[in-house]
């Protein structure tokens, strides 16, 4: 018996029979297309992934930063600061560099730089007189970014 539409009506068991063979090849046919749309193509070539490995360091107040108090002297400082950042960026290794906000922490500034190892970043770093001075304190930190734009290996190209 089929129930519709509040009637009962008698089907014989070769309709049953033919519904049923109908709905299963209905079924199998979406099964099959579903499974056909959810197969990765193998031959498909793989996107690789663009990242590459900087070096963040991250610049502190250090404990001379109070101490040293001439005004002379900390320009001095501070222009052989900004004279070393150019130089490292024609070289084409510092990538990015600036300064912080007011914050929480004794955070005062930050480069990216393009060199292969933690002890070539510090070695770098070690060349800034605020940081030889002590005026400034560093971490660094391993930063990995797409090299694009800013950070395009090699020397930046002149315009």
């Known amino acids: 018996m089929y129930i519709g539409r509040n009637h009962l009506i008698d089907t014989d068991e070769k309709t049953k029979n033919n519904m049923k063979n109908i709905f299963l090849l209905i079924s199998s ?3 099959v297309n579903i499974s056909a749309f959810c197969q990765k193509d193998s ?3 793989k996107a ?3 990242i590459k490995q900087f070096w963040m360091i991250i610049l502190k107040t250090g404990p001379m930063d109070k ?9 001095k400082l501070f222009a052989g600061h900004f004279c070393n950042m150019e130089k490292l960026h024609n070289e ?3 990538k990015v560099a600036g300064p912080f906000g007011k914050n929480d922490f004794t955070w005062r500034g ?5 060199c292969k190892t933690k002890e070539e970043a510090e070695d770098l770093v070690k060349t800034d007189p605020t940081v030889k001075s002590g005026v400034f304190i560093y971490d660094i930190v391993p930063w990995y ?3 694009s ?5 090699g020397k930046p190209q002149k315009e």
């Open 67 to 75: 101490e040293i108090k001439d005004s002379i002297e900390r320009s």
């Open 29 to 31: 046919f979406i099964l």
């Open 110 to 114: 930050l480069f990216i730089l393009d």
């Open 48 to 50: 690789e992934p663009n």
């Open 43 to 45: 031959t498909a070539k």
């Open 149 to 153: 734009g800013s950070f395009v290996p």
């Open 92 to 94: 084409g290794i510092l």
């Open 145 to 147: 970014g797409e090299p």
